[in-house]
């Protein structure tokens, strides 16, 4: 093959900034991995947005094609454990951050980043799921690991709901029975979150600003994709022995609170990882999306969008205006 192809390549602009913008290359500027597939959707997360806006230091070398999740069909493999024709997903290890990423037609990967694509799925509802659905998945794994939660209440709180984890989140917690309380400044969100599974919801600013170390318990466990003063209060507001799996910082990296929570109620704070999580890590959150994840509810979370509209898209989603996730065609 010798074609030429669009991708969305982050480069240099000087004073340790980025821009991106759609490039031609061929597969000789393709890394040399093993698996060549060819990308037929990817989507957009928050990382992306950041990438491609310029607004966050993504890259760690460039030039870098961005895009963190793909969905495609193995062209070659010199891998015994791929074949021409597999259908695969592949979510983060490192893409548009340290290797080449998915916003391009083709690109060449390591055989160990691949899943088979889920049987429950199409490519398109697997990247309408995406490396948000998949890290809320992995949060819901967690807590349900820790074992805290229950359906007879108190209820799970999900920040950042209207989000891509937040809706992918209540939509596993509600099909499991668990009731949700979804965190959000947007009233106009509401009908949305109901109809995912949210029972009841909470103003964000509600809990943004700082709070005592200590308040009533009211969560028994917790989603956080925020940080910052909004992640301090609910910890501050978790039930005793209770758990809160973070996995974002959308309001800060940092982390204003104390370790009373901690000692004072037993309550833990799980970290979730999504870029490097290991294998049966892995395997284990798209068997619970599988499992759990109605694809007639996936419908109402997701729009698909041309491969043209990937700056708009960026810039969306950093300003805080897509409801649910993005399906890009590549």
């Known amino acids: ?109 390591k055989p160990e980043w691949l899943l088979p694509l889920p049987e429950a799925f199409t490519p398109e509802q697997a990247m309408a799921i995406g490396t948000a659905g998949y890290t809320a998945a992995l949060c819901v794994q967690a807590l349900l690991d820790w074992g805290k939660i229950s359906k007879e209440g108190p209820d799970v709180l999900v920040t950042g709901a209207a989000g891509g984890v937040g809706s992918v989140a209540i939509a596993l917690l509600g099909s499991m029975g668990y009731p949700v309380t979804a965190v959000t400044g947007r009233p106009e969100t509401h009908e949305y979150l109901s109809g995912l599974g949210a029972k009841s919801f909470l103003d964000r600013a509600e809990i943004a600003e700082a709070g005592k170390p200590l308040q009533a318990e009211r969560w028994a466990g917790a989603v956080d994709v925020v940080g910052s003063h909004t992640l301090a209060n609910v910890l501050a507001q978790t039930c005793y022995g209770g758990a809160v799996a973070a996995c974002g910082l959308a309001g800060g990296a940092d982390l204003p609170a104390t370790v009373m929570p901690h000692i004072l109620r037993g309550v833990a704070l799980l970290g979730v990882d999504s870029v490097m999580a290991p294998m049966e890590k892995r395997k284990a959150a798209w068997k619970l999306l599988a499992d759990h994840l109605d694809p007639a509810l996936l419908s109402s979370v997701y729009s698909v969008h041309p491969f043209a509209e990937l700056p708009q898209l960026a810039a969306d989603i950093i300003g805080g205006k897509i409801r649910g996730r993005v399906v890009v065609e590549i």
């Not at 991708?7 to 602009?13: F, G, R, S």
């Not at 290359?25 to 992306?48: C, G, M, Q, R, W």
């Not at 074949?83 to 080449?100: A, F």
């Open 1 to 109: 093959m010798s074609e030429t192809f669009d991708a969305m390549v982050i480069t240099d602009a000087g004073e340790r900034k980025t821009k991106a913008e759609v490039t031609a290359l061929s597969l000789a500027d393709l890394p040399d991995y093993p698996v060549l597939v060819e990308i037929s959707h990817s989507t957009v997360n928050f990382k992306d947005g950041l990438a491609i806006t310029g607004k966050g230091r993504i890259a760690r070398r460039l030039p870098m094609i961005a895009g963190i999740d793909l969905a495609g069909t193995v062209v070659e493999s010199a891998s015994p454990d791929w074949k021409p024709g597999d259908k695969v997903i592949c979510n983060g290890w490192g893409l548009s951050e340290t290797e080449q990423g998915a916003y391009a037609k083709y690109q060449r990967l």
